[in-house]
């Protein structure tokens, strides 16, 4: 038995996109944004996110939906342990199936390497950035990269000035276009 039921997303019939929010709901003819809701048949104004907060209970912006705890009172919740290794792990390893996918493009177009920021991590120093660049550039592979834009952060800098000088390559490097002053 799978842990999750999977929904099919793509054929909806009159659903505007694949989001999953269609299957509880249908869009309201000529009002833009308004969705009738399948289980309890109220019209949620404020589009499809909006409408999933009404049938997932989260009620800052949306009255609950009232025959959600009928629809759902047989459905088991995932487990702490489901959700932090068998959900995550299943997650990281569809990514990493997508990550490789693109792999078979670089060979002909190259790829791009943006560095940004990380500011949940505390110890964000040179030595910090230039190993994260070094293990990722080795990951994909020098051959493959074009160029590597960065933030221009210091440490960031530091990181790529000791990066081309150790490594001696031929990948541009290029700071973040959102620096530069756009001219009309």
């Not at 959700?83 to 990281?92: A, H, P, Q």
């Amino acid at each position: 038995m799978p842990l999750h039921e999977e929904f099919p997303t793509k054929g909806l019939e009159g659903a505007p996109s694949n989001d999953i929010g269609w299957h509880f709901g249908t869009p309201v003819p000529n009002a833009k944004g308004n969705i009738v809701c399948k289980l309890c048949g109220k019209v949620v104004k404020g589009g499809i996110t909006r409408f999933k907060e009404h049938i997932t209970h989260k009620t800052c912006n949306v009255a609950p939906c009232p025959n959600v705890t009928e629809f759902g009172q047989d459905v088991n919740l995932p487990t702490p342990y489901e959700v932090s290794d068998v959900y995550l792990e299943s997650e990281y390893q569809r990514l990493r199936d997508w990550a490789n996918g693109l792999k078979t493009h670089w060979k002909e177009l190259g790829a791009t390497l943006m560095c940004d920021d990380v500011s949940s991590v505390r110890s964000r120093d040179a030595e910090f950035y230039y190993s994260l660049l070094d293990s990722v550039v080795e990951e994909i592979g020098e051959n493959y990269i074009v160029q590597i834009v960065t933030d221009n952060e210091a440490a960031i800098k530091a990181a790529r000035k000791k990066f081309n000088v150790e490594k001696k390559t031929s990948i541009l490097d290029l700071m973040c276009s959102s620096l530069f002053r756009l001219m009309p």
